[in-house]
């Protein structure tokens, strides 16, 4: 009687666990059978408009992923810190940087008190890549800082499009670079890239050094303003050469751009025209009048750009000597500034003046071979320097002897 009773207490027990595990394991299955759903997970390239600032300039590429039935929407960002240091570190492309989070709707938040607009096209992705796009970038956020931020190779958009790569496996992106703008150097495409910013143009123009026309067309060239219509023309390829689209639907306007980046009225070419006029103006009147004192007025101006320019340049070459020589800093350097500062009451300075005019002559007459002159209007602020330190070692040796 007791082995009965044990046994249908046995036999209750077995049911009572068999219901109580039923719906887990109903829901696990149904979990998987979600997740293995193509609208899970949604993830979207998200492209945002030109900002103010140096860095922000070319605009911004980030990631949007989002879990509707886990009301999950979150924003993922290639991101510099934004220490002081760090900015001056940018310039050099040494900035520290690494992949943050946040809210999507905190992030349109923030760019809709900037004005700026908001793109976005949905990944053709499978389940499987989303939750794996998804996992490797939230190991990243939890890595920091990690890696240098290079405007020139280890930017956003680079760095977003290659952990599209890394989610794909074994298949990989076929982009057309059929666009106009990918026909010329790398220089003359930062040039496109800031109409809105000659002064940025200018400035990353001429850091470029040689490195910006060498460089060959590759992803670090799909700026955000190019970056959604190239990728409608690129293509994933399976392992075996299937293609299907890298995106899919239309471009969506997430927001819209409620303050457009017009550019500064005056532009380096104004500034620099203004200065050679004022120069040779100035040194035709002293050869004239053979009043020195009103030299200042162009020397002051010409010597403080020169000066600041030089420090820039200087910095980011000899920081960064792996990105290549910028030959540019023979003449933009703080030494001049340095020597006339020390020596500007000695002899010796009317050997500098033909000395300098000599250098500038030719990095003018070289100018074919230095494209960075062509690209920019720094040749013309090279004019009209070597005319004043032409007007000085002439006035040194025959005017005020």
């Excluded at 007025?297 to 000597?321: E, F, H």
Aim: aromatic share 12%; with cysteine.
């Amino acid at each position: 009687m007791y082995r009965k009773l044990s046994l249908i207490a046995i036999f209750f027990l077995h049911v009572i666990c068999g219901m109580a595990q039923t719906p887990s394991n109903a829901v696990a299955d149904s979990l998987r059978v979600l997740q293995q759903s193509s609208d899970y997970v949604e993830a979207s390239l998200v492209v945002v408009s030109p900002g103010k600032l140096i860095y922000s300039g070319g605009g911004h590429t980030a990631l949007r992923l989002s879990c509707p039935m886990q009301n999950m929407d979150y924003y993922f960002s290639f991101e510099m810190a934004l220490t002081p240091i760090e900015k001056l570190r940018f310039l050099s492309g040494t900035a520290r940087a690494g992949y943050i989070y946040t809210d999507f709707q905190n992030v349109v938040e923030l760019y809709r008190k900037e004005g700026r607009e908001m793109r976005g096209l949905k990944l053709n992705l499978t389940p499987v890549q989303e939750q794996e796009l998804w996992r490797y970038l939230d190991g990243q956020c939890e890595r920091g800082p990690n890696r240098y931020f290079d405007y020139m190779n280890s930017n956003c958009n680079e760095v977003i499009l290659s952990a599209i790569e890394i989610c794909l496996g074994k298949e990989t992106i076929e982009w057309k670079y059929d666009s106009p703008d990918f026909s010329s150097s790398y220089r003359s495409f930062i040039d496109r890239q800031f109409t809105h910013s000659p002064w940025n143009s200018m400035l990353l123009n001429l850091l470029t050094g040689e490195k910006g026309d060498k460089m060959t067309v590759g992803t670090n060239w799909l700026w955000p303003n190019l970056l959604l219509s190239e990728a409608q023309k690129a293509c994933i390829v399976d392992s075996v050469g299937g293609k299907r689209p890298l995106v899919v639907g239309d471009e969506q306007i997430l927001l819209k751009l409620s303050k457009e980046n017009k550019p500064f009225p005056i532009t380096p070419k104004m500034v620099f025209m203004f200065l050679l006029v004022l120069s040779v103006l100035i040194t035709i009147y002293q050869l004239i009048t053979k009043q020195r004192n009103i030299g200042y007025v162009a020397d002051v101006p010409l010597m403080v750009i020169q000066a600041v320019l030089g420090c820039i340049y200087s910095y980011t070459t000899l920081s960064n000597l792996s990105a290549g020589f910028n030959w540019i800093i023979i003449v933009l350097n703080p030494l001049p500034l340095i020597i006339w500062l020390l020596l500007r009451k000695k002899p010796v300075m009317r050997q500098f003046y033909l000395l300098f005019t000599i250098i500038l002559v030719v990095y003018l007459a070289c100018t074919p071979r230095l494209p960075q002159l062509q690209t920019t209007p720094i040749a013309i602020l090279f004019i009209a320097i070597a005319v004043r330190t032409a007007y000085h070692y002439i006035s040194r040796r025959f005017v005020h002897k």
